[in-house]
């Protein structure tokens, strides 16, 4: 199985333009997580799902958005990207929302907001 | 919110062990972990603790938690060049959110 897979590796765009990262999971997992990745920082959570259908804000969740219309696919939304945006992302999956459920990460997104 | 400190850089030479520390401030953390990322790829789960253990030891890894002084340490024995990478420290809240801290980068010298 593929696991996670996220699209596109990486992006450059101008700011002001919208853009959509997308995370796809096939181990039928019922929550999924969106983190940000900065030099120093760590991962810092930005939406995550513990459902299909529900939605919940993270650390840092402005300026982006999130649907889960079903279980596979959680695609990260930003409608007008700004220099701030400029990270590495990464998405995550775990069977459940229970402490300790190891959480998978997909190889990650390098987004460049120009 | 919980905060998670590790420090930057550790150097190491081959077969020699590493030892990685992390202290954090929120002291209901029920789950501790340690995941590993190397160069261009996500994160992997190493290992991780019960907040009710003081120890936990797979193979060449050995997990220390001192609760009184929320204190967390990874060690590596026999430290091997694939070990080269970033290690990364994560607390564990309620609904499985994690809160990491900001990395170790973990350079092992032949």
């Known amino acids: 199985t593929a696991g996670i897979t996220q699209a596109p590796t990486s992006q450059i765009l101008a700011a002001g333009r919208s853009m959509t990262l997308r995370c796809t999971q096939d181990m039928r997992h019922n929550a999924m997580y969106w983190y940000r990745q900065d030099l120093g920082l760590g991962l810092r959570l930005i939406h995550y799902s513990n459902t299909a259908g529900t939605t919940g804000k993270g650390e840092v969740p402005d300026g982006y958005s999130v649907s889960r219309a079903n279980t596979d696919d959680f695609p990260l939304t930003s409608a007008s990207a700004v220099p701030s945006q400029t990270s590495v992302y990464f998405c995550?999956?775990?069977?459940?929302?229970?402490?300790?459920?190891?959480?998978?990460f997909g190889p990650g997104t390098r987004l460049t907001v120009l | 919110g919980e905060d998670v400190e590790q420090s930057l850089f550790l150097s190491v030479r081959e077969g020699d062990s590493s030892v990685i520390n992390c202290t954090y401030t929120d002291s209901s953390s029920t789950y501790l972990y340690w995941y590993k990322q190397e160069p261009g790829a996500g994160l992997q789960l190493l290992t991780y603790?019960?907040?009710?253990?003081d120890m936990k030891q797979d193979q060449r890894l050995t997990v220390l938690l001192n609760k009184k002084d929320k204190h967390l340490s990874l060690r590596i024995a026999d430290t091997q060049t694939g070990d080269s990478a970033i290690y990364f420290c994560a607390t564990g809240a309620a609904g499985n959110k994690l809160t990491f801290g900001g990395g170790t980068r973990v350079l092992v010298k032949p």
């Open positions: 995550a999956s775990s069977d459940s929302t229970s402490g300790g459920d190891e959480q998978f």
């Open positions: 603790i019960f907040s009710n253990m």
